[in-house]
């Protein structure tokens, strides 16, 4: 979050805002931070499904390729 008076951006933890002095809420400091974290594992979990998917049709176009020209010959 920003400080309401000044619009800084302070680092998480802060009490007051380093750019105006105004005192910051104690949710203004630790907010962002949780947010920024549920943001990155989304991200990360979009990786793992699409990661996932493109493996499992990898394997399937092996197995078929194996099926059809080892096993069936």
């Known amino acids: 979050m920003k400080c ?3 619009g800084f951006i302070p680092n998480p933890g802060d009490q007051v805002c380093m750019n105006c002095g105004a ?5 203004n400091a630790v ?3 949780v947010e920024e974290v549920r943001v990155e594992e989304k991200k990360d979990n979009k ?3 699409i ?10 176009v092996v ?5 059809k020209f080892l096993i069936l010959k």
């Open 4 to 6: 309401e008076k000044c």
């Open 23 to 27: 005192k910051l809420s104690l949710l």
């Open 31 to 33: 907010v962002p931070e």
């Open 47 to 49: 990786k793992v499904i």
């Open 51 to 60: 990661f996932t998917v493109i493996g499992i049709l990898v394997l399937i």
């Open 63 to 67: 197995i078929f390729l194996i099926v």
